[in-house]
């Protein structure tokens, strides 16, 4: 389908409709420059977009799309903390989280680097304090262990970036351990608790708001198994942390001052890793490594705002996810990372392209009258070859597939690292070449398939191919490439929402979900009036669910 909008870029609407039917690999047949025409590379990293249903004119197209958007415009106001994000009169941040402490960035007259430089210094104490068991608990005993309890933006790029680099280099032995715990299900906080030692565990809640309900629940529960832990006459306030905008709240709570870390309104839950929400990894990883986290992003923060968007990876990547999106029809998108450390990147690029450009209407409020960004999932490669490459290869729904490979293993084993880029290589290639009947028939005929039998063989063999990919090389996975990559994808998931025209920065879309929540946990409770006016299914799934838990025969 078509919106009418796309006879305002007739130039776009011709070049999908070109390219929707072309086969890829004649693309690459009639244009033997193609790899190197449509090949990005930054700081040693190789950005492949030539398996793209994509091709020179079309991206000339894209690049002078993204210019009549004024993106410039608005990459240079991202950087100057201008209030981008309308809905709540609020800049975006993170940007200035990982600038250099001597830059400086006016808000409302106020530079906020002043408090993220106070910021940094704190942390860096308080993960020193805990890395070197300086930080002792109600027991006199230092504390060993620490729980971030946080939901969405507060748990999942420090959990993605702790699970990422803890095994990545040489960890000193004794570095405290890191929890995540984020669900409402108590499972995940017993089972987490389970494993700790009320003398020894640090509670670090992470809540922007600290309004969040699975965070309170979580941190009320921790609480209350502190106190069983250590008994009624130790005071556990050495226990508990805070990272926060509400510093109120974590007062109320029972939160120290000196131990309550604070969270600029303007830093989005999303784009938060960088702010003291990163904590959790300063004190797994190190402030050296935390550090180096900040200045990969930072360096990737440069090449966005000064690099010609003809050879800028942000503008470059969120054009073709526009692209896919937007003009080619693609409502998915898939990440398929090979490398175990970035198992948890999916997850994480889930929150930052889904809330932030999960949209229907525009910045300015009007409804919008084409697809907004494409789903966001995946897994890790090889595990991903054996779980839905099959459906990739073979099934009806054509997906493009983002493959992002770290050449060289940070601890090598065989040649298991070689084979690990040979198949994300050849899962790219299989993709785009596919596998067809002449091939097939010349494999199996010798083999003694004939008639219906061979030709049955061949048509569960064949694969289509013509599927489209990127991959992005990184030369090695450490806290700088990291850092880089996802500041990468902050930035493209920004390039995205311009095109679009949304605001990427804040997400409403969350709070119907909680607001229905309260009276139907009341009705499960027993006051079914609650939800006198909800629909007919909500009412008698509440009378069924209610059944069940009182049979617990
Ligand atoms: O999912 C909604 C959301 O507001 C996210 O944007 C945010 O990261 C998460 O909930 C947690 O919010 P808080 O840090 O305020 O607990």
Redo the contacts with the bound molecule.
């Keep these: 389908m078509h919106a009418d909008t796309d006879l305002q870029f007739p130039d776009l609407h011709d070049a999908a409709r070109r390219l929707r039917s072309a086969n890829l690999a004649d693309l690459f047949a009639r244009d033997p420059d193609r790899a190197g025409a449509l090949a990005f590379e930054w700081n040693a990293w190789h950005v492949d977009i030539s398996k793209e249903r994509l091709d020179a004119p079309a991206l000339a197209q894209l690049l002078q799309h993204a210019a009549q958007a004024n993106l410039g415009h608005w990459i240079a106001a991202l950087f100057a903390g201008e209030k981008l994000n309308l809905s709540e009169q609020r800049p975006a941040l993170h940007p200035a989280l990982r600038a250099p402490d001597a830059d400086s960035v006016i808000v409302d007259g106020v530079d906020v680097m002043t408090e993220i430089r106070a910021t940094r210094g704190r942390m860096a104490a308080f993960a020193a304090a805990m890395r070197d068991r300086r930080r002792l608990g109600a027991a006199g005993v230092a504390l060993a262990r620490v729980v971030n309890i946080?939901?969405?933006?507060?748990d999942l790029g420090p959990r993605l970036c702790c699970d990422a680099l803890a095994e990545a280099g040489e960890m000193a032995a004794d570095s405290p351990e890191v929890a995540f715990v984020s669900n409402l299900d108590p499972e995940h906080l017993g089972r987490t608790l389970a494993r700790c030692d009320a003398a020894t565990t640090l509670f670090l809640v992470t809540?922007?708001?600290f309004t969040?309900q699975e965070?309170l629940a979580n941190a009320r529960g921790a609480r209350e198994w502190l106190a069983r832990g250590l008994g009624p006459r130790r005071d556990p306030a050495a226990h508990f942390v805070a990272v926060t905008n509400n510093v109120a709240a974590a007062r109320a709570f029972g939160i120290r001052d000196e131990d309550i870390f604070p969270m600029a309104e303007g830093v989005g839950?999303?784009y938060s890793l960088w702010s003291a929400v990163g904590l959790s990894i300063a004190v797994r990883l190190g402030w050296a490594r935390f550090v180096q986290l900040l200045e990969g992003a930072h360096a990737m923060d440069l090449h966005f705002r000064h690099e010609p968007f003809a050879r800028n990876l942000p503008v470059v990547l969120g054009l073709v996810a526009y692209w896919n999106a937007r003009w080619l029809g693609h409502s998915q998108r898939l990440v398929v990372p090979y490398a175990q450390a970035l198992a948890r990147l999916p997850a994480y690029l889930q929150q930052l392209q889904l809330?932030s450009n999960g949209k229907s209407v525009t910045r300015d409020g009007a409804p919008l009258r084409t697809a907004s960004a494409a789903a966001v999932w995946g897994g890790v490669g090889t595990d991903s070859q054996h779980a839905f490459f099959q459906w990739l290869h073979q099934g009806t729904h054509e997906v493009p597939v983002e493959f992002i490979v770290p050449v060289r293993a940070c601890h090598p084993l065989g040649d298991q690292q070689r084979m690990l880029v040979a198949n994300a290589l050849a899962q790219a290639q299989a993709l785009l070449v596919g596998r067809h009947d002449d091939a097939l028939r010349a494999e199996l005929a010798p083999k003694g398939y004939a008639g219906t039998r061979l030709e049955a063989a061949i048509a569960a063999r064949r694969c289509p191919g013509n599927r489209a990919s990127t991959t992005i090389l990184l030369p090695q996975l450490d806290a700088r490439s990291l850092g880089a990559l996802l500041a990468l994808y902050e930035h493209r998931t920004f390039v995205e929402a311009i095109l679009y025209g949304v605001n990427p920065y804040d997400?409403w879309g969350?709070e119907l979900g909680k607001t229905l929540a309260g009276p139907v946990a009341a009705a499960l409770a027993g006051d079914v009036r609650a939800v006198d006016g909800a629909d007919a299914s909500t009412r008698m799934l509440i009378e069924r669910a209610r059944a069940l838990a009182a049979d617990d025969s």
């Excluded at 946080?150 to 507060?154: A, H, P």
């Design positions: 946080g939901i969405g933006g507060s809540s922007k708001t969040t965070t839950g999303r809330e997400q969350v």
